[in-house]
Each structure stands twice: as C-alpha cells, then as structure tokens.
C-alpha cells in the first residue's frame, strides 16, 4: 500500500522511497515520536504564522479551502497543509500559496528522515514536521492545517495556540484507528469520533464546530471544557441557515454570503464553517466582502468535480463524468443527495477492501443505471460481488476505468440517453488515477 505519489524528480523519489518504508509500530498511538523528532528539529511547530487547524470526518479539506480562498482574498499569503495528496505528494503542502517545489521537498524530507531515523517515526509523522519546517521557514501571513486522522493523536497536534480550531461534520470512519478499544473514552461509536475530533481543543483557543446529534454535542463539550478552550457551535452560538444565499448570524450580528461555486448542498455548510472560524478569531482581521469572494473562488479537487474534456472523458461523448473521492456513508449520502433530482445515472466505482461496499451503492439505490468496479491503484479493493449485495442491478468488473468507459458508451451508444452521466467514487487514490488519466493535475 503506497500512500504517496511516484515522483519524476530523482532527489524527491529517493527521499519517498525512505518514506514508503516507514510504517506505524503496532499498538503506539500517542504525539510522544512526533514531538521528540519536533524538539530535535527546533520546534518549528512553534514559529508558525496565526493557524487554523480543522479536523472533522467528511468537509474538514473544503474547509480548509474556503479558509485559503477567504483569507488568499483578503491579500494574505497563506501556507496550507491538507491530506491526502491526490497525484502528488507535493499537493499535501502548500508554501506561501504555491505547491512545495520539488528541490525544497527533498531537502525537508532528507532533513527530517536523516535527523529522526532512531525514533522510527510514521510515514505522517515525518510529513508534519517537513511541513512544519517549511511553514516555520518561509515567510506567510497564515496557515491553514488539515487533521489527517481524528485528531487526539494525529501528527499535527502539537500546535500550542492557533487562531481557531475547527470542526466539520461528524461521522464514522478508520473505525480500525478511531474506534480501537480504549478505557475512559466514549463507548458509542459517534461519540468516540466526538471526542477524538474535540481533542484538537487548546486552552483559550476558540473551537468552532457544526451542530451534531445531542449525544455527541454532549461530548464536544465536555472536551472543549476539559481543555479550556472557548466552544463555538452551530445553532447554539452561531447559525447559519441556507437558501438563496448563506444567512449568516452569530450575537455580534447578520452577515450574507453568496452560495460557493463548489458542487453540492453541504458545501454551503462548509463555507459557513470556515465564516464562523475567522469571524471568532482575533489574530487576523478578514472582511466579509473577502469571506465572500472566497465563497466563490475556492477549489478542490475530487469532491464533486465535474471533469473537463481530456483524455478519459472523450471516452464517453456526450455525457458529464463526475469524480469523488467519497468513501463512507455520508459522503454516499451527500452524493444521493446531489443526484437526487437528476436522471438515472452510471456508476464507476473503487473501492479499498476495509471500506464498507455500500456506503456509496445502498444510498443511490433506484438513481443508478449501471454500476462498473474498477481497481483502486496499488491497495487491495473491493471485487464485483461486494457491492451485489446493496444494489438490485448486475454488476460488472472491469480491469481499468478506460474500459468501464468504453463498456458504458458501447451499452448506450444506440439509446436515446446518450446524456445520461457518469459518476466516478470511491476511492481518492482511485480519483488522484482519474485525475492523471484525464490530465487534471492539482495545482
């Protein structure tokens, strides 16, 4: 399993070669490595522009989007940490608004690597503190840092006082990491996710989150208490209600807000997040006119995205293919919900083997045409007949998604619905190969 990019650069692939080897001890979970190779590096960690560090299960990287658009707008230079990368490694950091070039990459990676070796630190443990130091290093305004994994324990941490912290939608996911057996933590699932996300909390630092079910708002609250941080919630003391525009209202006041351009309903939930993140900080002051006009700029990637025209999509003539990377039942439930009021449509799907095959099926049952699976590059996936069980349709295997495409527009091409769309989910390592295949880089 290869979570990062194959590099052209020799110097980067030699240091992601290191990387790859690298491999989570079993049973330590804990920020004691991250902090020993942080102090042996200088602690950079503690030398970063004002920081917003957002966690959550599905929105947290849209977030962080909108984050970088809104304050990109306010004329900040903005560094920004997100996870994962879809085609290259790069993407996971972003240096004063620009994607890390690959010399400076395979420096930080070699520094960190070469200094760290003894500690037997993780594949992210060693990617935070490379992007620590970069962001420590280069001059910037602000930064922006996606959780990876929950958020009690991951690699990122170790910030003493960000601007805000963050939190987006809750729901259950890497049940194997997050829901491991603990004692004196939450038992119930939601509320176990509640807890490991609210532990980003920092004393005296605003936490700002959506509104959750009761039991887990009763557990974000608690957390926050316990670390003394100030709990800013949605629909308690903030709101943000969504029709033509985001109304926005928090006891200081109204603000209105155009919808994003980003597809999907929930991406208005996102944007009013990252409103209220900015509006409850006091580090960085950042107009409502520049809020909105990173509501509309903001970018990202394999969430909804309808592909352009290249190399995979003329494969199917006449159709719009979308990408998501998707993976769990909510982003299932937020896809059905997108396509709800459209026609019939094809499914392309990839799925990892310990994802649960019908978190994206069973919730488009009724909206699908067909349903095609096809690997998701280098990790072992889900066959044909996993997803059989959530769908009354046949389901078919394919070796690539080239061929899922052709397959389809061969069944069709004699139909009068030549229109009808295509839907690739699943996976992000599979949306990061569609990505390539189509010649849509991230940048």
């Known amino acids: 399993m290869r979570d990062f990019a194959i590099s052209d650069n020799p110097a980067v692939q030699a240091q992601l070669d290191r990387l790859g080897a690298l491999s989570l001890p079993q049973g330590r979970f804990g920020l004691e490595t991250i902090t020993a190779l942080l102090t042996r590096l200088g602690d950079p960690q503690k030398r970063l522009p004002p920081t917003f560090h957002v966690a959550g299960t599905n929105g947290k990287g849209s977030t962080c989007a909108y984050l970088r658009a809104m304050l990109e707008a306010q004329g900040l230079t903005v560094h920004v940490a997100t996870k994962p990368h879809l085609v290259r ?27 760290g070796h003894d500690l037997e630190p993780s594949f992210f443990e060693v990617t935070a503190a490379a992007t620590f130091l970069a ?37 259950i996911d890497h049940e194997a990491f997050l829901l491991r057996p603990e004692d004196g933590v939450p038992q119930e699932p939601l509320e176990r996710i509640a807890f490991e996300k609210a532990s980003i909390a920092r004393p005296g630092v605003p936490l700002v989150t959506q509104a959750y079910p009761k039991p887990a708002r009763e557990v974000v609250i608690r957390t926050a208490e316990a670390h003394g941080a100030k709990l800013y919630m949605r629909d308690r003391d903030w709101s943000a209600p969504v029709r033509n525009t985001i109304r926005y209202q928090d006891d200081v006041g109204v603000s ?40 509309r700029n903001a970018r990202w990637p394999a969430r909804l995205q309808l592909l352009g025209e290249g190399p995979l999509t003329v494969l199917a003539p006449g159709r719009k293919v979308w990408l998501d990377g998707g993976h769990n039942p909510d ?84 139909s009068p619905h030549l229109s009808d769309d295509i839907l690739i989910a699943g996976s992000l390592y599979l949306a990061g190969e569609v990505l390539k295949l189509n010649r849509e880089i991230p940048e």
Not at 91 to 101: F, S
Not at 266 to 276: F, K, M, S, T
Not at 363 to 380: N, W
């Open 331 to 414: 982003a299932g439930a937020v896809i059905a919900k997108f396509f709800a009021d459209s026609p019939p449509f094809h499914l392309v799907i990839g799925m990892l083997e310990n994802k649960d095959p019908g978190a994206i099926v069973a919730p488009l049952r009724g909206q699908l045409l067909s349903i095609s699976v096809v690997p998701a590059p280098g990790h072992d996936a889900h066959a044909p007949g996993d997803f059989a069980q959530h769908t009354e349709l046949s389901v078919r295997g394919f070796a690539t998604v080239e061929d899922s495409l052709k397959a389809i527009n061969r069944i069709n091409r004699d």
């Open 256 to 295: 209105q807000f155009p919808l994003p351009t980003l597809a999907g309903a929930h991406q208005a939930d996102n944007a009013a997040l990252a409103v209220a993140m900015l509006y409850h900080q006091s580090m960085i002051p950042v107009s409502s006119r520049a809020m909105a006009e990173g509501i």
């Open 89 to 115: 490694y790069n993407e996971r950091i972003r240096v004063a608004g620009k994607l890390i070039e690959d010399d400076l990459l395979a420096a930080l990676l070699k520094e960190v690597l070469d200094l």
């Open 135 to 171: 962001f420590a290093r280069q001059p910037a305004d602000a930064c922006v840092i996606e959780v990876g994994l929950g958020g009690r324990f991951d690699a990122t941490n170790v910030l003493v006082r960000p601007a805000a912290c963050g939190i987006a939608s809750l729901g």
